[in-house]
């Protein structure tokens, strides 16, 4: 196993706290066409698969499509005014960044977030601390799909044994698996460790400064 070069890191859940803001706007748009608004626990249970399929699933069920992408545009052009109103970095999180690049790591972020959206998200937390922002973008598949990874690896030029992924969620955890990178999953994000431990995650941090000493680990395929 090669030495790493590279730390991927997922966004939401993992480096920022996103879901109060998520919340609002999502019960804004739900509010404005007359529809049951969620919960905290709720969205925290809908994320992780980008705007779109948050917005299907806050949404009853057997909305039609046209009112899903509706609803989706919606969202979008509200989540973007009032994305930073209460997110914030979770406790250490910019001490572990700084710790890293200390290290002379090269650093970037792998979410399914707006691409636009994510750069603006980290510049404002964490200034050019990230060497690329990899998001959704035309052309490019979600996570779990292994594409974002390998164009994340190809802009930072390392290979794949030279990375290790830190994420928070099911998703994270399958995209690992896809893009065979070793990892580590993070327990104050939106997921219990029990969901994580099904998925196959077996490498976890309970703070942000646990990264700088636990194993990363390749996950094994639980089918």
Do not use: Q
């Not at 052009?77 to 009032?82: A, Q, R, V, W």
């Amino acid at each position: 196993m090669k030495a790493v070069k590279a730390v991927i890191f997922d966004l939401d859940g993992t480096l920022i706290d996103t879901i109060e803001d998520l919340k609002d706007s999502l019960n804004h748009v739900l509010e404005s066409r007359g529809y049951m608004t969620r919960t905290y626990d709720e969205v925290k249970r809908f994320v992780g698969n980008g705007l779109g399929k948050l917005v299907e699933r806050g949404l009853p069920a057997g909305t039609e499509p046209e009112t899903v992408t509706a609803c989706t545009a919606e969202m979008i052009s509200y989540y973007s005014k009032h994305s930073l109103v209460k997110t914030a970095p979770y406790e250490g999180i910019r001490e572990l960044v700084s710790a890293l690049k200390d290290k002379g790591l090269r650093l970037a972020v792998v979410t399914n977030k707006n691409e636009a959206e994510a750069i603006r998200i980290c510049t404002h937390f964490f200034g050019d601390a990230f060497d690329t922002i990899v998001g959704d973008r035309e052309g490019l598949p979600l996570k779990p799909d292994s594409a974002p990874v390998f164009k994340t690896l190809e802009e930072l030029s390392v290979t794949a044994d030279e990375a290790i992924y830190i994420g928070d969620s099911e998703v994270d955890v399958k995209t690992a698996l896809n893009s065979d990178l070793r990892m580590i999953a993070v327990l104050w994000g939106f997921r219990e460790k029990s969901v994580l431990i099904k998925e196959g995650a077996t490498a976890f941090a309970e703070i942000p400064s646990d990264i700088l000493r636990v194993e990363a680990k390749k996950i094994n395929s639980t089918v």
